[in-house]
Each structure stands twice: as structure tokens, then as C-alpha cells.
């Protein structure tokens, strides 16, 4: 990325995120710097993202070159690192331990990175093998992929790719390829949160179990305050309980304008499991496998969960099991939810395009012509959990649709244009 683009990138991230512009700006240049220069200048960087961090002082920025960087990094203060892009500047764990830690306390901005191969180990606990936060962390426009939690030892391993104990905003960014391993408890392959997370126009994908026995929440496992919006949590594969997102008891999870499709776990596999608070709204939760248990949607077996404007279909076995509440617009393609508010519809096919690229920033399912969820939704407009209204869809298309002429909103997370 040239010189001009890069500042315009770590400019747009300072208007992103929540702290003041920076006070010092440090260089690191993989090919070209030396731990031994100043790091203050584009011509003397350092050669590590470490060495800068240990010149920095609370609230200067990192600019990080193109390059793939070798290193695990531990942040203990305000500090923002900005790379050149995900696909050009990568932080590498080499199966050590965490790519990046963050301690309790510090408030930290991570973009334009990608952060593969951390090994969350007998180091640190099995916790976090691309992120391990204590404090608040802002990511944007990164990957975070290839990463493992786990250890030989038999303690439990909790967030393959991230995990937050703090406060944690994920924006724009990919979750991918992540595993939890060895350890007999495994929590949240791609995601584990016991603090308060935000999840924004961003994919948990693709994540998996490495030999864990009792694995719970591949995509996600939440047990503390988790509100996803625009996003898609698709084709995680567990080994034990939950593919998509496990709600822990007392937990609340939001989930706004969202996929949930394609996920599978190899014995009790739900894509969603309930025990706390969850409330859904205006998404789509669709063709879940479950080789072994009853239900491949949605498992309430002890919470409240609630579900408006909302696309339950074509779930291995049933779609729901359990006690849902109906906040009303919902669709269910068998009769297993009981939905029985407004506008609802049960035993009816939504007919649906494949899970693809329909533009936005995640994979969604596309209603086809004569869809029954098309103008089905709540006339009154499609609206979230505190009764905001939801203006676009998951892919930030206007709801109701731009040509919309009866302009009423559709059920689920796809928003038609047309009529």
C-alpha cells in the first residue's frame, strides 16, 4: 500500500474508534527497518511491531508495513496498530502462544492486520490463540485465523481465535479457520466472551474442533453480554454441542440482521443453544445439521429466547425444541416452534437462494421470486430488541427494499429491493 493510502487508512480508523488521535507515531518495517533505529520516520522504522511497542507510551500509534511479522505481542497500554491490510500485513504466533495479549486495563485498536498460528498453551492457560483480552479492544478490517486454544494438561480451552474477558468491539472483520484442542472442555472454537462483546458486519466461519471431547459453541460460546449485528456465523463444525452460538445461563445475546446457517456438530448439535436471554430479530437460521440430536435450529432448555421478524427453516431434525416465544413475523418450515404471534407462519418453505456472496460485507441466503417472506414482515417495520428501527438489512440494503412499493419490510435477514 502506498505511503498515502496508508495514512488515509489509519486516519479512517481514528475516526472509527473511540479514543483521541495519536500523540507519537512509531514505523516498523519488516524488510527494511532495524531495531535499532528511532522508529519515528518512515526511513529509520523498527523491525518488530514488539520493539515499537516498547518505545510507545499511552495513546501513540504503530503504522506497520507490508510484511509478515514473527512475534507474539503483549499490550499493557492505550495504543493503536495499524497495518497496511489483511492481506499484506501478518502477524504470525508460530504456534508459541497468543499473536496478541492485552492486559486489564489497556484500551487497545488493532486494523489492516491479520493474526494466524497462535497456540494458546500450558503458557497462558489455553486461553486466546489470536486475541486474549482483559481490556477494550477495538478490531477492525483484520482476520484472525489458523489460531488454537488448548493444551495436553486437560484445562479447559476457551477462544480459539479470540477470546474477551473486557470489553471488545469486532468491525469489518473475519473470524476464520479457528480450533479449540486437546483439552478435554473446549468453549468457543471461534469466539469466547465473559465480558461485553459487539460483533458488527463481520463473519465467525469455518471454525472447528481439534480433538476436544465436550466442545461447546464452535462458532461462539457466550457468557456474558454478546450483541452481533450484520453479520454471518456460518459452517462452523463442533464435535460435541452447538455449532453456532452456545448462550450460557445468565448470559444475554442480541442478535440482529444475521445468517446462522450451515453449521454442524457431531453429536448434540444445534446451530443455537439457550440457557440465559437470547432475543433474535430479523434473521435467518437455516440448514444446521445435527447428526445426533433432535433439533438443528434452536435448543432453549432453560432461558428466555425470543424471536420476531425471524426465518427458522430447513433444520436438521426440527427447527426448534423447547420454549420460543413468538414476538410475531417469524417463519418456521415445520411446525416444531409453534410460533403464534402476528403475522406468523408455520409449515411454510421461505424458499431461499444458496448461502453466497449477495453483496455486503457476509455471505447471506437471497429470497427468490414468490418467497412468502417477501413484504411479510412486521408492517410497522422490522425493529430490535429495544424496539429500534432496523433501517438496513444484514448487507446494509435499505428495509423496507428501495423499490419496495408496499414498503413493508421482509422476514429475515435479507431484504428484497423489489417487489
Known sequence: MKPGRMLGRLLLFFVLIPSAFAIHVFYVDGVHGSDTNDCKSRRMACKTIGHAISLS?????????????????????????????????????GAITSVVT????????????????????????????????????????????????????????????????GDLTLDHSFVVQNATAYSYFGY????????????????????????????????????????????????????????GIYNDCAALAIINNTTISLNGAGYDGPALTNCGTMKINSSTIFGNLAEYSMVGGLFDYQGSITLQNTIVADNAKSNCRGTVVSGGYNLSSDA?????GAGDLNNTEPKLGPLRNNGGFSATLAELPGSPTIDAGNPDGCIDA???????????????GRFDHEHRCDIGAFERQRD
Not at 472454537?189 to 472447528?208: H, Y
Open 386 to 400: 429495544d424496539g429500534h428501527r432496523l433501517k438496513t438489512d444484514q448487507r446494509g440494503f435499505p428495509r423496507p
Open 188 to 243: 468457543g472454537a471461534g469466539v469466547f466472551n465473559r465480558g461485553t462483546m459487539s460483533i458488527t458486519d463481520s463473519s465467525v466461519s469455518e471454525n472447528f474442533d481439534l480433538s476436544t471431547p465436550d466442545l461447546y459453541g464452535t462458532g461462539i460460546y457466550n457468557s456474558g453480554t454478546l450483541v452481533v449485528n450484520r453479520s454471518a456465523i456460518n459452517r462452523n463444525q463442533g464435535a460435541f454441542d452447538t455449532a
Open 336 to 340: 416444531s416452534c409453534n410460533f403464534d
Open 57 to 93: 507510551s499511552p495513546h501513540d500509534s504503530v503504522l506497520v508495513a507490508p510484511g509478515v511479522y514473527g512475534e507474539n505481542l503483549t499490550v499493557a497500554i492505550d495504543l493503536q496498530i495499524v497495518g497496511s491490510s489483511p492481506r499484506s500485513t501478518v502477524i504470525d504466533g
Open 102 to 165: 492485552i492486559a486489564q486495563g489497556a484500551r487497545v485498536s488493532l486494523a489492516g492486520l491479520t493474526l494466524q498460528n497462535g497456540e494458546a498453551g500450558i503458557e497462558n492457560f489455553a486461553f486466546g490463540g489470536g486475541i486474549n483480552n482483559q481490556g477494550t479492544a477495538f478490531v477492525f478490517d483484520t482476520v484472525i485465523r489458523n489460531n488454537v486454544a488448548g493444551d495436553y494438561i486437560g484445562d479447559d480451552a476457551e477462544g480459539g481465535g479470540i477470546r474477551n474477558q
